[in-house]
Structures are given as structure tokens and as C-alpha cells.
């Protein structure tokens, strides 16, 4: 049976051990004696050096898990980087952090405490009652920004009606302010007028940045992508230093063995022979060409 000329004839296989042949110069090497044979004399010399050998494999096998467990925790982060991505491009204007944006819209909306403070002074009672109102006022305002965000994609009429709404609200607690300025006695009505003017305007300006501030702040559904996607990066980066620790302890059982069994080997081999052998005794040891 002829075999092609592209494929090299099998080499005799002598024992259980893989045979390494030097060729970096184009000449075959001389043949090299049974790594494992070499394994098995040196371990039999001593309890401790079978010990080595048993805990360099199993970091060996430690690290091969650990390597499977990094490129899985890889590839479920391209994933959800994959899937956020995807989930952005539906709402490519809505990109800034949810959290920040509420933040800011929160912020916003406590700037008008004060004037909502004045408004709640005008329909009298105790000081316990006006605070109720303020809070009232400021739900009321806080309610209207976000139906405003909510409705603005889905229900061009309904938001329309909410911005009437609200601005209709807010024209009121104008007058409620006006009332109460002009109540205690601001010097004439003019001054009242003008107060009540720059509360309102205040008001409604707070209102439209903290509209705005909504209007650019990643969907829900983004912002549980974004956090995923952050999740899976973090439990990737994780697992990478784990597989770098588990790397540098097997490296070190390696190199502490090798250095225990290269007395045996240049007694056993000869010079030309002694790099090959360690090589593959390493290559043994740690299931990858030594570097």
C-alpha cells in the first residue's frame, strides 16, 4: 500500500513514551531514552519526588480548568457586550448612565422646594400641613417629568395633554405664589408679581432640565444590559487572574522539579541529548512547550 508523498512515514513507536528528535539544523537527532522511563526512575528514588511530580500534574489539570473557565467567562462577555450594543442601537440617543440621569432629574426637582414652599404657604395652615403640600407639589412636578419621558416615543397625544397638564400646574403655582407674596406684605403688587414671575419661571425651567436629563437616560432594558455586560467583563477578568495564579504555581512546581531531576539526566544523557529531554520532561509536566 504506497503513501503519499506529502505525509511522512509513522515513526516506530518503541514504548509508551513519546520520542523527541532534534531538527532545528534539518538533521534528525539522535534518538532520545523513554521520557517517562526517566520520570519513573527519578520518581522511584524518593516519597518526595513522586509527591512533586502528583501535585505539578494536578496544577497541571487545575489549570486546564481554570484556562476552560476563562475562555468561557470570554465568551459570555462578548455575549453581553454583544447584546448591550444591540439593545443601545434600539435607542441610539439614549446612551448616559440610568442612575446619573435620575440623579439629575432628582436634583433639579429639589431646586424647587422652595418655590413650591411659597405656593404651599398660600393655602394656609400649620407648618406640618405646608410641608405635606410642598411634598404634594413636588410629587405632582416629579410625576409630570416622567410621564412626559414615558410618553414621549409612545403617545405623542397623551404627552401632549401632560404638557398642557403641566404646564397648566405650573402657571398655578404661580398664582399661589403671587397670593402669598402679595399677602405678606411685599411692597405693592408689582414686587409680588415679579416674585411670583422668577418662581415660576425657576420652576418650569427645573422641570425641562430634569425632562431632559430623562430624555438621554439609557432604557431600563439598556441599563440591565449595560450591568450585565459589566458583570460578565469583571467575572472575565476574575477568572483570568485566577488562571494566571494557577499558571505561576504550576510554573514554579515545574521548574522546582525539573531542577531536582536534571542531576539524574546528565548522568543518563548525553550533552546534545540533555535540553531535549528537559524539554520534553516539561512539556510533561505542564501540557505546553517550554518557553
Not at 520518581?43 to 476563562?70: C, F, I
Not at 395633554?161 to 405664589?177: D, H, K, N, S, Y
Request: charged share 20%; glycine share 8%; aromatic share 6%.
Amino acid at each position: 500500500m504506497s503513501t503519499s508523498r506529502h505525509e511522512k512515514p509513522a515513526l516506530p513507536i518503541t514504548d509508551a513514551t513519546t520520542v523527541l528528535q532534534p531538527e532545528p539544523s534539518g538533521q534528525r537527532g539522535a534518538q532520545l531514552p523513554g521520557v517517562m522511563r526517566q520520570i519513573n526512575d527519578f520518581n522511584a528514588e524518593g516519597r518526595a519526588h513522586e509527591d512533586l511530580w502528583s501535585r505539578t500534574r494536578r496544577m497541571t489539570d487545575q489549570v486546564a480548568q481554570g484556562t476552560k473557565a476563562a475562555s468561557d467567562a470570554d465568551s459570555a462577555s462578548a455575549n453581553a457586550e454583544l447584546d448591550h450594543r444591540a439593545t443601545q442601537a434600539e435607542n441610539p440617543d439614549r446612551t448616559a448612565p440610568r442612575l446619573r440621569q435620575w440623579i439629575v432629574a432628582g436634583g433639579t426637582l429639589a431646586l424647587d422646594g422652595v418655590a413650591c414652599y411659597f405656593a404651599a404657604e398660600a393655602l394656609g395652615g400649620g407648618q406640618s400641613e405646608t410641608l405635606v403640600w410642598a411634598g404634594l407639589f413636588l410629587a405632582l412636578l416629579g410625576a409630570g417629568e416622567v410621564t412626559l419621558d414615558l410618553y414621549r416615543d409612545s403617545h405623542r397625544v397623551l404627552w401632549r395633554w401632560t404638557a398642557c397638564i403641566l404646564v397648566t400646574f405650573i402657571m398655578l403655582l404661580g398664582v399661589l405664589r403671587f397670593w402669598f407674596l402679595a399677602t405678606v406684605g411685599v411692597e405693592g403688587l408689582v414686587t409680588a408679581g415679579v416674585g411670583a414671575t422668577l418662581f415660576t419661571l425657576a420652576t418650569g425651567g427645573f422641570v425641562v432640565i430634569g425632562y431632559r436629563a430623562l430624555r438621554v437616560a439609557e432604557t431600563h432594558a439598556g441599563w440591565r444590559a449595560r450591568r450585565k455586560a459589566r458583570s460578565s467583563a469583571g467575572a472575565a477578568a476574575l477568572a483570568h487572574r485566577k488562571l494566571e495564579r494557577l499558571i505561576d504555581k504550576r510554573d514554579a512546581l515545574a521548574r522546582a522539579y525539573l531542577s531536582l531531576v536534571r542531576t539524574r539526566l546528565v548522568k543518563s544523557c548525553q550533552a546534545t541529548e540533555l535540553s531535549l529531554m528537559e524539554r520534553a520532561i516539561w512539556t510533561h509536566l505542564t501540557d505546553r512547550e517550554q518557553s
